[in-house]
């Protein structure tokens, strides 16, 4: 069982930047895939990026490349996306998610977290 809790979301201007955290329990965090969703108002929940437990092997949406990055800390068994040149469209609730095999874009994740709320003002 894994249990995820995001924090560090907020309101920011377009142009600004963000650090989302997911902090993890129990002590297999390590050989779990992590990985990013969010969902914004009237729309379905989407892929945002992912990290291997291998820490190197990441994954992004076409939306977001070149301005998220995704890392994880093992030892402190915490997940981040680090947001930055935020755009209004990137508003929505952020979702953190864990799965025992390999990345994914689609929804197949076993262990998702409550989710943090970004709103980005333009």
């Known amino acids: 069982q894994v249990q995820l809790v995001e924090s560090g979301g907020g309101l920011v201007q377009a142009g600004g930047s963000l650090r989302l955290s997911c902090a993890a329990s129990?002590?297999?965090?390590?050989?779990?895939?992590m990985s990013w969703f969010r969902q914004a108002p009237g729309k379905e929940r989407e892929f945002v990026a992912a990290?291997?437990?291998?820490?190197?092997?990441?994954d992004y949406a076409d939306s977001v490349k070149g301005r998220f990055t995704i890392s994880r800390d093992n030892g402190k068994r915490t997940l981040y996306l680090q947001m930055n040149n935020l755009k209004p469209e990137d508003t929505a609730h952020y979702y953190c998610?864990?799965?025992?095999?390999?990345?994914?874009?689609?929804?197949?994740?076993?262990?998702w977290g409550q989710g943090t709320q970004v709103t980005v003002s333009s």
């Open positions: 129990g002590r297999t965090f390590s050989s779990y895939t």
């Open positions: 990290i291997h437990w291998n820490a190197v092997t990441t």
């Open positions: 998610a864990a799965r025992r095999t390999g990345i994914t874009q689609s929804n197949d994740y076993d262990y």
